[in-house]
């Protein structure tokens, strides 16, 4: 992975802020698409190292039993269950919102805190993920599940433009911020 950014992801970045700084909108999004191919590859090489080859080694080392890293129970079971549980009773729809709310604010604490711009990249992307999913359901329903509009929306909006444009916001802020 380290030859990977150093060698195609950080000249990829460097093309990315001459272009903002130009206004090329045209050089810019062939960034982001070329920066879309190496940061789907280290997002996904980057998940099996540690959720699934490292945290499986940690816990055979330790004799833990269950091995469900990654899914979804840590929000459920401490944000969204004790929202809708008594004593609070929030409907689950404001739970959801609720849990995507803290999700997107970890979320940008995580990347902002490291490049010291905290200016919602993070978690305006996360927060956008609610209107996507409310138009991926819309498209399955009018498409049926068998046509892959799902699974298109989900790589376009977060493969090919939302990863590799967060990636270059961050990046150009880091570059302004510490000459």
Not at 10 to 25: C, E, F, H, N, Q
Not at 30 to 51: C, D, P, Q, T
Not at 83 to 93: D, F, T
């Amino acid at each position: 992975m380290y030859i990977v950014i150093q060698q195609y992801a950080i000249p990829t970045l460097v093309g990315s802020v001459m272009a903002i700084d130009k206004r090329d909108a045209f050089w810019l999004s062939e960034r982001v698409l070329k920066l879309s191919v190496i940061s789907a590859g280290v997002w996904f090489l980057g998940f099996y190292a540690i959720f699934h080859a490292g945290l499986n080694a940690l816990a055979e080392l330790l004799g833990f039993a269950d091995r469900a890293f990654y899914l979804d129970w840590w929000n459920s079971r401490h944000i969204m269950m004790p929202l809708v549980s008594a004593p609070l009773s929030l409907s689950p729809h404001l739970g959801v919102l609720l849990t995507f709310v803290v999700s997107a604010v970890m979320h940008e604490l995580l990347f902002g805190i490291p490049t010291h711009s905290l200016k919602g990249y993070s978690f305006f992307g996360m927060m956008f993920q609610i209107p996507l999913i409310q138009l991926t359901q819309w498209l399955v329903r009018w498409r049926g599940p068998e046509s892959g509009l799902g699974n298109a929306v989900f790589w376009i909006s977060f493969c090919i433009v939302g990863q590799p444009l967060g990636v270059v916001q961050y990046y150009y802020d880091w570059v302004k911020n510490n000459p």
